[in-house]
């Protein structure tokens, strides 16, 4: 099956999104946390760096999901393939 011109201007805004947010997600998860040794300083009685990485990750995580969220539901309206609303 063919996909349309327009199912697949669609489908490569799907995929863009999706890759700049799992690039984000990599970022949070590996990479700051293998830099967070060297942010020794205490905040609140805990190393920076347990904040960092216990709080501040799943404080973008949530954000992510949000953004995701969003920005698809605007997608879907925009090329009129959003679901109905339940009654």
């Given amino acids: 099956m063919q996909l349309t011109a327009k199912h697949q201007e669609y489908w490569s805004k799907n995929l863009a999104i999706t890759g700049t947010l799992l690039s984000v997600w990599f970022v949070v998860t590996f ?8 942010l020794s300083f205490k905040f609140f ?19 992510i999901i949000w953004y995701y969220a969003r920005h ?12 109905g609303e339940l009654e």
């Fill in 31 to 38: 990479v700051l946390p293998f830099f967070a040794k060297e």
């Fill in 45 to 63: 009685g805990w190393p920076f760096s347990f904040w960092l990485c216990a709080q501040g990750a799943l404080v973008i995580y949530c954000l």
């Fill in 72 to 83: 698809m539901n605007n997608l879907d309206n925009q090329y009129g393939v959003a679901e």
